[in-house]
């Protein structure tokens, strides 16, 4: 069976080759980048993938990506995913190579949420629900065999993404009580084990399906820095503080919110040709995410549960030993 995994330079992509590439050799692994140096990484670490280019925003490499594979991962990044063009790209891509038996969609929306419910500025964000409910009615609409993974917790490595520095520096945690709510935390490798496991079942259990992930307490930020207190041996404080999500994803330039690697360290792309985005991100990302109703709202009611896995902090810590690592 071939699987091609669309984003697998990505965190939650990269992990998912991983478990597939060790737990199931029999997979034969496509694996996509739309960057040279992705590709290389790529090549690099999974000596035994198919590694090819591909941009969700160029059909052309999407059909060649996806031909000959009965399914398909996507992952779409935060703040830089325009799900008008990217999603509608990849429907096409799909129905135009025939004989796909699975797309396997990633997703965050809190239950009952909708497209409705986000402001403009919030849906300019491009971040999380943001994303996810813009895609998710043009996939329902599109009678592609669909299998839906819906993680609307918040993911382990938002801690070294967002956290890591300022806990590092001066062991202190800075996240705006505004965006504060005790908050289901899921570990990266659980979802990565889920998504495997929804990728190498028989498609037919799976397909028309959806899967909400949870976990099965709920920590605030205060709880997880005194979690990592507990794990550090030191105490951290959590300070109400914006900087770290500003530096994050809320005043970063502008290539910052179309790719995710700054110019310096970018190579030309894997398409000179690409066409420029229109997109423009909102001076006020952060304090549109910040305010944002589905990073607040969680609602513990479960759509399907998968009985595969359940995360907490404390478990997703002894999992991967941050502190023998370095991490923090
Ligand atoms: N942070 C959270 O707490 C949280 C919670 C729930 C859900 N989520 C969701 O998780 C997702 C992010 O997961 P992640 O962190 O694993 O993603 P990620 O690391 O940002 O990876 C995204 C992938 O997209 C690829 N990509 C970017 N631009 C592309 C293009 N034009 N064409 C083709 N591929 C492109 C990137 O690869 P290349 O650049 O190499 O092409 C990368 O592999 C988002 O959808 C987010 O809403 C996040």
Same mark, same amino acid.
């Given at each position: 069976?071939?699987?091609?995994?669309?984003?697998?330079?990505?965190?939650?992509?990269?992990?998912?080759?991983?478990?597939?590439?060790? *737990?199931?050799?029999?997979?034969?692994?496509?694996?996509?980048?739309?960057?040279?140096?992705?590709?290389?990484?790529?090549?690099?670490?999974?000596?035994?993938?198919?590694?090819?280019?591909?941009?969700?925003?160029?059909?052309?490499?999407?059909?060649?990506?996806?031909?000959?594979?009965?399914?398909?991962? #996507?992952?779409?990044?935060?703040?830089?995913?325009?799900?008008?063009?990217?999603?509608?790209?990849?429907?096409?891509?799909?129905?135009?190579?025939?004989?796909?038996?699975?797309?396997? $969609?990633?997703?965050?929306?809190?239950?009952?949420?909708?497209?409705?419910?986000?402001?403009?500025? *919030?849906?300019?964000?491009?971040?999380?629900?943001?994303?996810?409910?813009?895609?998710?009615?043009?996939?329902?609409?599109?009678?592609?065999?669909?299998?839906?993974?819906?993680?609307?917790?918040?993911?382990?490595?938002?801690?070294?993404?967002?956290?890591?520095?300022?806990?590092?520096?001066?062991?202190?945690?800075?996240?705006?009580?505004?965006?504060?709510?005790?908050?289901?935390?899921?570990?990266?490798?659980?979802?990565?084990?889920?998504?495997?496991?929804?990728?190498?079942?028989?498609?037919?259990?799976?397909?028309?399906?959806?899967?909400?992930?949870?976990?099965?307490?709920?920590?605030?930020?205060?709880?997880?820095?005194?979690?990592?207190?507990?794990?550090?041996?030191?105490?951290?404080?959590?300070?109400?503080?914006?900087?770290?999500?500003? $530096?994050? #994803?809320?005043?970063?330039?502008?290539?910052?919110?179309? #790719?995710?690697?700054?110019?310096? $360290?970018?190579?030309?792309?894997?398409?000179?040709?690409?066409?420029?985005?229109?997109?423009?991100?909102?001076?006020?990302?952060?304090?549109?995410?910040?305010?944002?109703?589905?990073?607040?709202?969680?609602?513990?009611?479960?759509?399907?549960?998968?009985?595969? #896995?359940?995360?907490?902090?404390?478990?997703?810590?002894?999992k991967r030993p941050m502190t023998s690592t370095g991490c923090w």
């Amino acid at each position: 069976m071939r699987i091609t995994l669309l984003g697998a330079t990505g965190n939650l992509g990269r992990l998912t080759a991983t478990l597939l590439a060790s *737990q199931h050799p029999a997979v034969q692994l496509r694996l996509t980048s739309h960057r040279k140096e992705g590709c290389s990484a790529l090549r690099e670490a999974f000596p035994q993938a198919e590694v090819v280019a591909a941009d969700w925003y160029d059909e052309e490499t999407l059909r060649d990506a996806v031909a000959g594979t009965e399914k398909i991962l #996507m992952v779409t990044p935060d703040f830089a995913t325009d799900e008008t063009v990217v999603t509608p790209n990849l429907i096409r891509a799909v129905r135009a190579v025939g004989g796909i038996k699975q797309v396997v $969609r990633f997703i965050a929306i809190p239950p009952g949420f909708t497209v409705d419910q986000l402001t403009p500025a *919030q849906l300019a964000t491009r971040c999380g629900a943001a994303l996810h409910t813009v895609a998710k009615p043009l996939l329902d609409a599109s009678g592609l065999p669909i299998t839906y993974v819906n993680c609307a917790c918040w993911i382990m490595f938002n801690l070294p993404w967002f956290m890591a520095e300022d806990v590092k520096a001066s062991r202190r945690l800075l996240m705006p009580a505004a965006a504060d709510a005790p908050r289901q935390w899921v570990s990266e490798d659980d979802i990565a084990e889920v998504v495997a496991k929804v990728l190498t079942d028989d498609a037919s259990r799976h397909v028309g399906r959806e899967y909400l992930l949870s976990a099965e307490r709920r920590y605030s930020f205060a709880q997880v820095a005194e979690l990592l207190s507990e794990v550090l041996g030191e105490n951290v404080a959590y300070v109400d503080d914006d900087s770290g999500v500003r $530096r994050a #994803m809320g005043d970063r330039p502008r290539w910052a919110t179309t #790719m995710s690697v700054p110019p310096s $360290r970018r190579s030309r792309g894997v398409y000179p040709r690409r066409r420029k985005r229109s997109f423009s991100a909102p001076k006020t990302v952060s304090a549109s995410w910040i305010n944002c109703p589905a990073n607040r709202t969680e609602s513990p009611r479960a759509v399907e549960r998968t009985s595969v #896995m359940r995360s907490s902090p404390s478990t997703s810590c002894r999992k991967r030993p941050m502190t023998s690592t370095g991490c923090w």
